[in-house]
């Protein structure tokens, strides 16, 4: 998505959010919304959006290696 390599994941938030009303079993649908999710820092947006994704495709080794990227930052982060 275009907002999204144009460092805009703030617009493309409600967009996906928008879809995903639309077509909540699209499982790329929810990896792209978890990317934008990412993209702000949003780390349990981003963790929900791909495990849905992975429950919709659960062969989709792409997903759980983004998910395992995704739990080493988390995991990385000094506690608040």
Same mark, same amino acid.
């Given at each position: 998505?275009?907002?999204?390599?144009?460092?805009?994941?703030?617009?493309?938030?409600?967009?996906?959010?928008?879809?995903? &009303? &639309?077509?909540?079993?699209?499982?790329?649908?929810?990896?792209?919304?978890?990317?934008?999710?990412?993209?702000?820092?949003?780390?349990?947006?981003?963790?929900?959006?791909?495990?849905?994704?992975?429950?919709?495709?659960?062969?989709?080794?792409?997903?759980?290696?983004?998910?395992?990227?995704?739990?080493? &930052?988390?995991?990385?982060?000094?506690?608040?």
């Amino acid at each position: 998505m275009t907002l999204l390599r144009g460092d805009r994941p703030s617009q493309a938030i409600p967009i996906f959010e928008r879809a995903l &009303v &639309v077509s909540p079993d699209d499982p790329s649908l929810w990896f792209e919304c978890s990317r934008a999710y990412y993209a702000e820092r949003r780390l349990e947006e981003t963790r929900t959006c791909i495990e849905r994704a992975i429950e919709l495709t659960p062969e989709a080794e792409n997903y759980r290696r983004a998910l395992d990227r995704l739990n080493q &930052v988390i995991g990385s982060r000094p506690p608040p």
